[in-house]
C-alpha cells in the first residue's frame, strides 16, 4: 500500500509541476504519468544517494543549496528517461528542472503530510 500511496503522491507532485514551472510540460493520459512518476521514484531511490554522496562537498560548502541542484538534476534524468520510453514529460532546461524539482519537493511533502495525518487520526 505504501508503494502505491508514494506513487500517487509523485504523480501528483509532477503534474502541479507540469502546471506551474514553465519548460516543465507532459503530454499524455493518467496512465503514463504513473510511468513518469514511477521512473522519477527509480531515480530518486538509486541514482540520487550517489549523487548526493559525490556532491557532498558542494552540498556542504553552499550550506546545502547544491541540493536543489542534485534535485534538479535528477528531475531532468527523469525527463530524459521518460523521453527515450515515450511517455511524454519534458524538462527543457535545467532552471525549470531546478525550479521544477522544487515544486515537486514541496507539493510531495504536503501531500505525504495529509497521508500521515489520516493515518495517524
Known sequence: MGFLVRLLI??????VA???????TYSGD??????????FGIVNAFIRPIAKLLALPLIILTLGLFALVV?????????SLSS????????SGFWAAVFGSLVVS???TVLWMF???????
Open 71 to 79: 534535485n534538479g538534476l535528477m528531475l531532468w534524468l527523469t525527463s
Open 84 to 91: 527515450s520510453l515515450g511517455l511524454g514529460f519534458h524538462v
Open 10 to 15: 509523485n504523480a501528483a507532485a509532477l503534474w
Open 106 to 108: 514541496i507539493v510531495s
Open 30 to 39: 493518467v496512465v503514463p504519468l504513473l510511468g513518469v512518476a514511477l521512473v
Open 115 to 121: 497521508v500521515q495525518e489520516d493515518a495517524m487520526g
Open 18 to 24: 507540469t502546471r506551474l514551472v514553465p519548460g516543465v
